[in-house]
């Protein structure tokens, strides 16, 4: 009833909200090992959360093949990251999340340039005087991390072109907000169909071309300070708002030490960590037809419901009805943090046991993790 009653006061203008707190210390002891030791390997707590909240958004765009059962329907452990803080707080150390995948980013890459030859070998004998060969079909590019500096059309080319999956990765939303109030580049509706793996068609007159995704399992991890993000996300409304993790990175008051030289091992670190998540990434890739199911244990079903419902009628009854959609998706953030936090713990350890069950740990993460971004999104509405 405390909480409640201030949680009205805030949303009437009778109670300052916060400053959100930062994530609890003893969430890092208890990740799988793999990724609390890169966060020990980092100098600061600062360094720490902003390096973890984007290693999530990125692990869960390179876990192909990994699904869970919820509301009705099988759902991938793609997450939609973003982070705000004012210039100069620490965001920089995205790059070491976005390091997690720049292995498998560039084998792709590779690959594609391989395929490309192919083609332009065969297209080259398809054009010869009596050639009796098909025409050849020109392969997709082949990546990773998808530009946000696109267009609608653009963007599903690639994505298509990628086997319907890929990582929209931007430290300056900027970018992103720019295309999307582009008379092509509005691709707002197809974020959020991607969010939920929801069928995306589209059909260009010119060259006559259809392209359609069944299941797109798209990622996004995004930084910017709190006035870009307005660009982005002008409203509470806008269906983006709800289906992010968000999380307010508060800046060290003091000025960081530019010569430590005990971060100069910090790129050989997270490239080596990037061949071992390429390693996981290519034995998924090939589990097309019997992917591994994340389950949760029937006691973390119920506390889980439990806590969401609560939610729910809190933001609706205390906050505003516009909030209620954000619990609703706060719910599968937490599912899908509690399956990439499972699936990192088993596959580091070699188990690609077809039914993985939550152990836990990871629930007990999920959820403080999840309780965390709920406060943040709070201070953003």
Known sequence: EKTAAHLAAIANG??????????????????????????????DRTEREVFLVGALGVISGILPNVRGFYDQQFYGPNLFVYILAPYGSGKGMLRYARAL???IHARQKEDSAGLFAAYRE??????????????????????LFVPANNSKSGL????????????????????????????????????RKAFHHEPVSF??????????????????VLSSTPDQYRKLVPTVQNGLFSRFLHFNLTPSKGFRNVFDTNKQDYPDYFRALSNRFMNVYEYLEKLENEPIEFELRDEHKARFLELFDGWKR???????????????????ICFRLAMVLTAVRNFWEGD???????NDADFENALRLVEVFKDHALNIF
């Open 14 to 43: 009778e109670a300052p909200m916060q400053a959100p707190k930062g994530l609890p210390l003893d969430i890092f002891d208890n990740l799988p090992p793999v990724l609390r030791d890169a966060c020990n390997h980092l100098a």
């Open 101 to 103: 995948g720049e292995a």
């Open 122 to 143: 065969q297209l080259k004998e398809y054009k010869q005087p009596g050639s009796t060969t098909d025409e050849p079909v020109k392969p997709g590019n082949k990546m």
């Open 156 to 191: 599903i080319e690639l994505i298509h072109g990628n086997a319907e999956r890929g990582i929209l990765y931007e430290t300056e939303s900027d970018t992103l907000a720019d295309a999307l109030r582009t008379e092509h580049g509005n691709f707002s509706d197809l974020l």
């Open 203 to 220: 059909y260009r007159r010119t060259g006559d071309e259809l392209r359609e995704m069944a299941t797109p399992h798209l990622a996004v």
């Open 314 to 332: 809190e933001f609706g009854e205390c906050i505003s009805p516009d909030m209620e959609g954000t619990a609703n998706r706060l719910g599968l």
């Open 352 to 358: 690609y046991t077809r039914r993985m069950i939550c």
